[in-house]
Every structure is written in structure tokens, then in C-alpha cells.
């Protein structure tokens, strides 16, 4: 049915819809409207969960992990600054193989302190084992939740998933919003059975040390799995469709105009709609261009990210993360699908914008297009303010 | 597509507005997009909220630059900022009355209009919070909006005595707009 949410609530209504044995969360902005709403549904008795208050992320990670090794589905989320103080144990959450599933409401990082969105966070995230969904909208955040955990608790899989959405754009942004129905998801979704659990009556042990004799074995397995699920998620996507009816495609990428475009911008999340406006405007002045979503940034799909852009002349990668001293995040997986490859586009230029919250506009979007010319931008931030960079540097 | 900007205190209840002018949309089959941003993040920095309106699924996320439309929760915050800035050239603003006030200068297509919706409040609600007498106002001066939309958000929204107040403030504020129309 469509009703009228905050982001935050659809999303604690859907993780509601998956039944969750065991919430833990240590509140932050902009994640805290979800767990309030998670430990109300709780309290009143509308959700049968453990909600297991701890005093920092690192403890609810480990609450979660506990949980999952137990062989109870679990949920978590957090932002910015929790989601780096849960980093060791979201790697061990991944190397146990326990399918969790959590929202990141993509936030900033400090230092200075900035409670705005950007995807610093997740992006900085990106090696520890988990797969990354980022949603445009907050329907596509309400069905990512449901397809992460059929997809995170199959037995082919066994890996957990971060779906991210962009902090107050979404979280806090309140817009139409189809909420699937409780029988359909318990359809979509079995219930949780672990291949191995801590079980005092057949007790076995988790996470021991690996040395350098099997170490190496465990993370080619998740390697291989990864691998997998370039075809595995497609196929959740699928399932997703004919249970629900909405359809992501591969729900690894979404193509918005790319066919014939000659100029094609790609980025993640909320930013995928306000470029699709400036898509549109640019169309009907009958310029060739178009946008292509990455959903799926881990698994990143190569293949896909190569068939769609082979032929495109220029391509601009929108990053909202920066790699202090390198590429930009996004922009480096664009660049690798097409090396050594038969067919690239001319130019790749890279662009960085929306850091800290500074707003993306259409005007912002538009100079992106602008810039995407013959000479190649090796990497270019959008919308600075050089009065500030001259008091920086007090010229 | 139609854009409101809302300027107020964090804490004045402007998230709440943007949401009931959001959902009062919604309930008339349209696509609204309501959303919050602040500024420094505590109580009474200046901030906005912003509803967009239009007839397909809002797209657009960036911040609202260009009202169709623009209400004042709190008329302080014009004193060394134009909360009118970048209003279109036949928008329509909605201010809070207060005492010596400044009221920025419009265009010629422009309307302002001035509801005493603190005092509104304190006779319904029995606190200076003006954001649904503010709504009323709105939904009488540009005709985007029925009352009785209005209320169903506001009985949905509130319950028990605050129903009661709130739903008394946005029919107060619709009709000071009214009578002075006609007045006109």
C-alpha cells in the first residue's frame, strides 16, 4: 500500500517486515530516527525482537554478530563515525560469514565535525566483506532491505550487506512509498537457518585463529562468492519482481539514456535523480546524454559497467567520496573495467562533489556535462568557493 | 512542479509542516518530496524545510532555491537575511505577524501575506507554535490545498486535545486569509 513516509520510518517498517530476532544500536545522526522507530515497534509489541541497547557501535556489531552465530537473523544501523568505530568487527562480521543486514545513513566524516551527508563512510568501507546496495529513493531503500536478506542469508552466499542511503536527502526526506505487504514477504524471505550456530548442546568454535597455512583460502572463498554474486543478486532481482512487481533489473546498475548518449554520467544514490532531471532537460535541447546508477558498488560490476559504457565517446564519474591522495573511489572502478580491454570510452574525467553536505544542484549537475569535453579531467571538485580557499591559505 | 521553502527556528516545528503540506498533497493523488535541512545543528538555528510538488515521482533532491511559495514560521529570521530570495515572479508568501516586523520589498506580481498565526495558536493550541494555523493560511491564499485535506492530516497527525487545538488553528488561519480576500 502507498503511504506517505520518512525515509527512516520505511525503512524500520521494512527491517520490521523481515522479523529480526535480535536489533542492537547505538544511536547517531542521521541513522537515529530508524532504531527509535525499530525500539518503539518493540516496546509496543509490534515486533517480537530483541532490542539490545549498548553504550558504542563497536558493542552493537558485536551484539549482532553474537546473534547471527547463534542462527538468529539480526539488524543494525548506523552512520559516519559508529559505522568506522563498528569497522573491526564488520570484517569479522564478513570473515565469520554471517549474513547480516544493516542501514548506513551516509554521513561525513570528521575532522571538521559535520553531521551532512556525503558517502566518505560506506565508500571508506568498501574492502571489509560486505556487499554495498546504495538507494536512489526511498522505495528502492525499503525493497534493497528485503532483497539483502534474501540475498545475505542464502546458503550460496553467507556474506552481509550495508545498504546505504544518503543521510537527510532520504533519511530524513518524506515522499510516496509502497510498502510490501507482511505475506509477501514472508514468502520472498525464509526464515533464517544457519549452516553452523553456537549451540551449547553441540558446541563448536568460530573465528580461531587461521595461520598463514589457511588464512589465505578464507578470503579467495569470499573472493570467489562475490564473484558469484554478479549472478546471484540478478537473480533475487528477478524473484523480487515477480513477488512485488517493481523491477531493478539486474539490480546491479540502472541505464537511464545510455544507449546513444555520447556523454553519460555515472554515480550512486539520491544524486541519480537530480542528474536524471538534468538528463531529461538536456534531451529535450536534444543533446545526447544519459546516466548510469551503480547499485551495486561491491560486488562492482565490471562486466556491466563495460558493456553499457564501451562505446560511449566521454564519460564523468560522480564521486561523493574522495580518496585523499589518489583517484576518486568511484572513478578508479570505472578506469579498471576498461583497461586492456578491445573498446573505452575517449575520456573518463572524474568529478567530486556533495562532500559534507554541500548541495548538489541541477546547476551543479549541468556544469558536469558542461565539463565533460575532449581533455580529460583526471579529478576536479564541483562547486568550491575560492573565497574560502583564499582565506585558507591566507592570501 | 511546485516548490515551497520554509524558514524557521529548529525547534518551531517546521519539519512538521513541510510533512502535513507534504502528506495533505499526497492525499490529493499528487507526488510531494518533504525534507528537512539545518543548519548549525541545535535548537533555534536557523533553518529550512522544503515540499516539492509535482505530478510524477519527485526526482530532484537538491535544496529549493526558487519557491513557488514561501512561509515564514519565524518572522525574526528577516532581520539581515531574504527569507524572499529567489521567490518567482508571481510567488506567493505566508508570514507570522510580528510586531516590527520588516517585511521585504516585493515584485509586482508578488503577494505577501500576514497571518497572526502565534496568536492563533495561543487561543487554540495554548502555545506560540503557528505552523498549522500557517498551513490554513496558505491553503486559503493560493488555493493549492483544500481545507478539509487540511484536517484529515491534522486528525491523522494529532490526537486527543492538541487534535482538537490544531484543527482550530488551521480552520482560524484559513479563514483570516479568506475574510481579508474579500475584504479586497
New interface residues.
Given amino acids: 500500500m502507498k503511504e506517505?513516509l520518512?525515509g527512516s520510518r520505511a525503512v524500520a517498517e521494512a527491517v520490521k517486515l523481515c522479523k529480526p530476532g535480535v536489533i542492537s544500536a547505538y544511536p547517531i545522526?542521521p541513522q537515529t530516527h530508524i532504531v527509535e522507530e525499530l525500539a518503539q515497534m518493540v516496546a509496543d509489541g509490534e515486533l517480537k525482537s530483541q532490542f539490545i541497547n549498548v553504550e558504542s557501535e563497536h558493542s552493537a556489531a558485536s551484539v549482532v554478530l553474537g546473534a547471527l552465530a547463534c542462527g538468529v537473523r539480526a539488524f543494525t544501523a548506523t552512520s559516519s563515525q559508529g559505522l568506522f568505530y563498528m569497522a573491526e568487527v564488520l570484517f569479522n562480521i564478513a570473515g565469520l560469514r554471517l549474513p547480516l543486514v544493516m542501514t548506513c545513513t551516509n554521513r561525513s566524516i570528521s575532522a571538521p565535525i559535520n553531521?551532512w551527508n556525503d558517502q566518505q563512510d560506506s565508500v571508506s568501507l568498501r574492502d571489509c566483506g560486505f556487499i554495498q546496495l546504495y538507494a536512489e529513493?526511498n522505495q528502492e531503500a525499503v525493497d534493497f532491505h528485503l532483497m539483502a536478506y534474501r540475498i545475505s542469508e542464502d546458503k550460496s552466499i553467507m556474506l552481509p550487506t550495508m545498504v546505504c542511503m544518503?543521510g537527510?536527502?532520504l533519511t530524513?526526506?518524506?515522499?510516496?512509498v509502497d510498502m510490501p505487504e507482511q505475506e509477501k514477504v514472508d514468502k520472498f524471505i525464509a526464515s533464517y537457518k544457519a549452516l553452523y550456530k553456537l549451540d551449547t548442546a553441540n558446541p563448536i568454535s568460530m573465528g580461531l585463529l587461521a595461520d598463514p597455512d589457511y588464512y589465505l583460502e578464507t578470503r579467495f572463498a569470499i573472493q570467489e562468492t562475490f564473484k558469484d554474486l554478479l549472478k546471484f543478486i540478478p537473480k533475487v532481482s528477478e524473484e523480487f519482481k515477480s513477488n512485488f512487481g517493481r523491477d531493478y533489473k539486474d539490480c546491479l546498475v540502472e541505464e537511464y539514456y545510455t544507449k546513444d548518449a555520447e556523454k553519460i554520467i555515472v554515480a550512486m544514490g539520491?544524486?541519480c535523480?537530480?542528474i536524471?532531471?538534468v538528463v531529461d532537460e538536456l534531451r529535450a535541447k536534444g543533446k545526447k546524454v544519459g546516466l548510469l546508477k551503480i547499485i551495486s558498488f561491491r560486488p562492482f560490476p565490471y562486466s556491466r559497467v563495460y558493456e553499457i559504457l564501451k562505446d560511449a565517446p566521454r564519460v564523468a564519474v560522480l564521486d561523493k567520496a574522495v580518496s585523499l591522495g589518489a583517484y576518486a573511489p568511484l572513478a578508479v572502478e570505472i578506469k579498471a573495467a576498461f583497461f586492456g580491454k578491445k573498446k573505452s570510452p575517449k575520456v573518463i574525467s572524474s568529478f567530486i562533489a556533495g562532500l559534507g553536505g554541500r548541495?548538489?544542484?541541477?546547476d551543479?549537475v549541468r556544469e558536469v556535462f558542461r565539463k565533460l569535453t575532449q581533455r580529460e579531467v583526471s579529478l576536479e571538485f564541483i562547486d568550491l568557493k575560492p573565497e574560502l580557499l583564499r582565506e585558507e591559505y591566507g592570501e | 512542479m511546485k516548490e515551497i521553502r520554509i524558514h524557521a527556528r529548529a525547534g518551531q516545528g517546521a519539519?512538521t509542516t513541510?510533512?502535513l503540506l507534504?502528506?495533505a498533497y499526497?492525499?490529493e493523488g499528487k507526488?510531494?518530496?518533504?525534507?528537512?535541512?539545518?543548519g548549525a545543528?541545535r535548537m533555534g538555528a536557523p533553518m529550512n524545510a522544503f515540499v516539492r510538488i509535482d505530478a510524477k515521482?519527485?526526482?530532484?533532491?537538491?535544496?529549493i532555491?526558487e519557491p513557488d511559495y514561501v512561509i515564514v514560521v519565524d518572522p525574526t529570521l528577516m532581520r539581515g537575511f531574504n527569507c524572499f530570495s529567489g521567490l518567482k515572479e508571481e510567488g506567493v508568501a505566508i508570514l507570522n505577524e510580528k510586531e516590527g516586523a520588516q517585511t521585504p520589498k516585493i515584485k509586482a506580481k508578488q503577494k505577501v501575506f500576514v497571518v497572526p498565526a502565534n496568536e492563533i495558536a495561543l487561543k487554540t493550541i495554548g502555545r506560540p507554535l503557528g505552523n498549522t494555523a500557517l498551513i490554513g493560511a496558505f491553503a486559503a491564499a493560493t488555493d493549492e490545498l483544500k481545507l478539509d485535506i487540511l484536517l484529515e492530516v491534522v486528525k491523522k497527525r494529532f490526537s486527543g486535545k492538541a487534535q482538537q487545538g490544531n484543527i482550530e488553528a488551521v480552520q482560524q488561519g484559513y479563514e483570516y486569509i479568506k475574510k481579508a480576500l474579500t475584504k479586497e
Avoid: C, W
Fill in positions: 506517505f520518512e545522526t553531521i529513493n544518503d537527510f536527502i530524513h526526506g518524506m515522499e510516496s539520491s544524486v535523480g537530480t536524471k532531471e548541495d548538489i544542484t541541477l551543479s | 519539519i513541510a510533512s507534504g502528506y499526497f492525499l507526488y510531494a518530496y518533504a525534507f528537512p535541512h539545518f545543528a515521482p519527485v526526482r530532484l533532491r537538491s535544496q532555491y
